[in-house]
Nanobody, 117 residues
Framework: QVQLVESGGGLVQAGGSLRLSCAASGRTFSIYTMGWYRQAPEKEREFVARIYEGGGGTSYTDSVKGRFTISRDNAKNTVYLQMNSLKPEDTAIYYC??????????WGQGTQVTVSS
């Protein structure tokens, strides 16, 4: 099992920045990828960004490319999402996601991000 604790959400004006953190504990040695998803009101949960173990490759959804950066600190088993140039449409609950070998899929409790116009 892997436990996830998220932090860093809040209220920010458009154009501002926030950094989300997600700390993993438990069977962290089996983690092979960490990522972020978000869910806006009355919308389905969508992929935001992901980072892979080993080479540290990353992927982003098109709407956040150039504005968001995902990174990790292996020593702390923590993944970060630096969000710059925030827009009102980025308002959502952001969820940390961790996948482990062989078939583990874990979610954080979610953290609210609200961007005012």
């Amino acid at each position: 099992q892997v436990q996830l604790v998220e932090s860093g959400g809040g209220l920010v004006q458009a154009g501002g920045s926030l950094r989300l953190s997600c700390a993993a504990s438990g069977r962290t040695f089996s983690i092979y990828t960490m990522g972020w998803y978000r869910q806006a009101p009355e919308k389905e949960r969508e992929f935001v960004a992901r980072i892979y173990e080993g080479g540290g490759g990353t992927s982003y959804t098109d709407s956040v490319k150039g504005r968001f950066t995902i990174s990790r600190d292996n020593a702390k088993n923590t993944v970060y999402l630096q969000m710059n140039s925030l827009k009102p449409e980025d308002t959502a609950i952001y969820y940390c996601n961790v996948r482990t070998t062989p078939f583990g899929d874990y979610w954080g409790q979610g953290t609210q991000v609200t961007v005012s116009s």
